[in-house]
Antibody, heavy 119, light 108 residues
């Protein structure tokens, strides 16, 4: 079964850091681009960051550029999101998502992990 | 950035109704438009990709149309399990790959 399982969410203080992980199974992880998409409570979906399958090429939304770093370990079938300098507006559910092809059509999503930034 | 605008923001409909949701892009995105369904407390689920292609496993009552800037998601006969929020997303060219604000389909 194709599956994505996020972890690492929780409570962080403004200015703090968190590292999210997304463990993949059931498909050849290194063959697909992956993304993080977030959703603030009661709000819509916001694309955050993407990484290519094997070259490690990355893209970021302006709202997180310079603060968040996406990475992947293809030997562990795991995607990461290092979040630094966290702000209250980063509070959201964070989903990892697999691209069906190319970069940005997402056919598999994880269940999400909640990040709360508050003092 | 490309802005995506959905209408309506919410609608009430009955089981068996034909329902249409529209999505407009701020510039031409050719056919690079996806539709997702999200139920409360769950992750989004891909319904339609490339404007009109039905994702595997999605019921045929869902269909998509459009190109350029104007797109439509149609549910031919609304079923109880279809009450959810629907999002369009443009997947054109370079990031950011933006989503519409969502359309909540509620029971009348």
């Amino acid at each position: 079964e194709v599956q994505l399982l996020e972890s690492g969410g929780g409570l962080a203080q403004p200015g703090g850091s968190l590292r999210l992980s997304c463990a993949a199974s059931g498909f050849t992880f290194s063959s697909y681009a992956m993304s993080w998409v977030r959703q603030a409570p009661g709000k819509g979906l916001e694309w955050v960051s993407a990484i290519s399958g094997s070259t490690g090429y990355t893209n970021y939304a302006d709202s997180v550029k310079g603060r968040f770093t996406i990475s992947r370990d293809n030997s562990k079938d795991t995607l990461y999101l290092q979040m630094n300098s966290l702000r209250a507006e980063d509070t959201a559910f964070y989903y990892c998502a697999k691209a069906a092809s190319g970069w940005s059509t997402y056919d598999i999503w994880g269940q999400g992990t909640m990040v709360t930034v508050s003092s | 950035d490309i802005q995506m605008t959905q209408s309506p923001s919410s609608l009430s409909a009955s089981v068996g109704d034909r329902v249409s949701i529209t999505c407009r892009a701020s510039q031409s995105i050719s056919f690079y438009l996806n539709w997702y369904q999200q139920k409360p407390g769950k992750a989004p689920n891909l319904l339609i990709y490339a404007a009109s292609s039905l994702q595997s496993g999605v019921p045929s009552r869902f269909s998509g149309s459009g190109s350029g800037t104007d797109f439509t998601l149609t549910i031919s006969s609304l079923q109880p399990e279809d009450f959810a929020t629907y999002y369009c997303q443009q997947s054109y060219s370079t990031p950011p790959w933006t989503f519409g604000q969502g359309t909540k389909v509620e029971i009348k």
